[in-house]
Nanobody
Framework: QLQLVESGGGLVQAGGSLRLSCVASEVTFNTYDVSWYRQAPGKERELVAISAGFGGRTNYAESVKGRFTVFRDDGSRTLSLQMNSLKPEDTAVYYC?????????WGQGTQVTVSP
């Protein structure tokens, strides 16, 4: 069964940067659609970015376009999220998510806190 482990969260001032990483346990990582979601306190979980499997496209939520960039390395089974120009409203728990053939897997989440 696929497992996902996130890392890289932390506390940063507004305008700063952080890079999150998600490492998968399976060598078939390239066949998965892999995403970053986030959930802020009192809010629903929302999609941040999705990287399609088999070398497909990456799409971003409007709220992060131009500030966040996904880097995917299927060889190391890693999906990274480079977050620049962070805002207090980006504060949330960020989750890695993978999907293939209708089966989904979530990571444990990593906290990102952006201070004003």
């Amino acid at each position: 069964q696929l497992q996902l482990v996130e890392s890289g969260g932390g506390l940063v001032q507004a305008g700063g940067s952080l890079r999150l990483s998600c490492v998968a346990s399976e060598v078939t990582f390239n066949t998965y659609d892999v995403s970053w979601y986030r959930q802020a306190p009192g809010k629903e979980r929302e999609l941040v970015a999705i990287s399609a499997g088999f070398g497909g496209r990456t799409n971003y939520a409007e709220s992060v376009k131009g500030r966040f960039t996904v880097f995917r390395d299927d060889g190391s089974r890693t999906l990274s999220l480079q977050m620049n120009s962070l805002k207090p409203e980006d504060t949330a728990v960020y989750y890695c998510h993978a999907q293939r053939f209708g089966i989904t897997t979530w990571g444990q989440g990593t906290q990102v806190t952006v201070s004003p």
